[in-house]
């Protein structure tokens, strides 16, 4: 007959713990481990085989240490939520810093609007990998290298590709004419 044991809630938080311990010091000793973190061997030692938990401030060195968050070290979220939620502060942060430079651009005056598209067309071509451009269809190097050539041709001929192709505003809203009535106010 065996015996079933009830495993506590502070059983179920060591084991996780000691798994995502395990596994954020992988190629790591045991004795390195705990000189970074601030802790004996002989703790890591018990931390690793679930006879011990570690205080609040010590898991927030690990934390530190790992470059893992507190949460996916005490089992509360998976790696794949953690780089989710990552991304999503990264994106956030990235959409922010746009809005401030789209703001900021809307007081340049017309030339030198000009002058910081042609630069953005330069570095955005120049950053396109060939996986980014199948990502992003009808955004190939290709394509950014024409519109920074077009970019780079004096005002009039710009004109004239436009008028020749239809063309009367780009995706932005913002057109040549536009451009240049801006300038003349």
Same mark, same amino acid.
């Given at each position: 007959?065996?015996?079933?044991?009830?495993?506590? *809630?502070?059983?179920?938080?060591? /084991?996780? *713990?000691?798994?995502?311990?395990?596994?954020?010091?992988?190629?790591? @000793?045991?004795?390195? *481990?705990?000189?970074?973190?601030?802790?004996?061997?002989?703790?890591?030692?018990?931390?690793?085989?679930?006879?011990?938990?570690?205080?609040? @401030?010590?898991? $927030?060195?690990?934390?530190?240490?790992?470059?893992?968050?507190?949460?996916? %070290? +005490?089992?509360?979220? $998976?790696?794949?939520?953690?780089?989710?939620?990552?991304?999503? /502060?990264?994106?956030?942060?990235?959409?922010?810093?746009?809005?401030? +430079?789209?703001?900021? *651009? &809307?007081? +340049?005056?017309?030339?030198? &609007?000009?002058? /910081?598209? =042609?630069? /953005?067309?330069?570095?955005?071509?120049? =950053?396109?990998?060939?996986?980014?451009?199948?990502?992003?269809?009808?955004?190939?190097?290709?394509?950014?290298?024409?519109? +920074?050539?077009?970019?780079?041709?004096?005002?009039?001929?710009?004109?004239?590709?436009? =008028?020749?192709?239809?063309?009367?505003?780009?995706?932005?809203?913002?057109? %040549? $004419?536009?451009?240049?009535?801006?300038?003349?106010?």
């Amino acid at each position: 007959m065996s015996k079933n044991k009830n495993y506590s *809630f502070d059983d179920i938080e060591k /084991v996780l *713990f000691r798994e995502n311990l395990q596994k954020s010091m992988i190629g790591e @000793t045991n004795s390195s *481990f705990a000189r970074k973190c601030g802790v004996s061997e002989t703790m890591i030692r018990k931390y690793l085989n679930g006879d011990a938990f570690p205080r609040a @401030t010590t898991i $927030s060195k690990i934390s530190e240490v790992t470059g893992k968050s507190i949460a996916w %070290l +005490l089992g509360e979220q $998976s790696c794949d939520e953690v780089r989710i939620s990552n991304k999503n /502060v990264e994106e956030e942060q990235c959409d922010k810093e746009l809005n401030l +430079l789209i703001n900021l *651009f &809307k007081y +340049l005056s017309g030339d030198r &609007k000009i002058k /910081v598209l =042609q630069q /953005v067309m330069h570095e955005v071509s120049s =950053q396109l990998t060939k996986h980014e451009a199948e990502q992003a269809p009808g955004v190939s190097p290709r394509v950014m290298n024409i519109a +920074l050539q077009i970019s780079n041709l004096p005002r009039d001929k710009q004109k004239n590709i436009l =008028q020749e192709y239809g063309i009367h505003e780009h995706e932005s809203g913002m057109t %040549l $004419s536009t451009l240049e009535n801006k300038e003349a106010s």
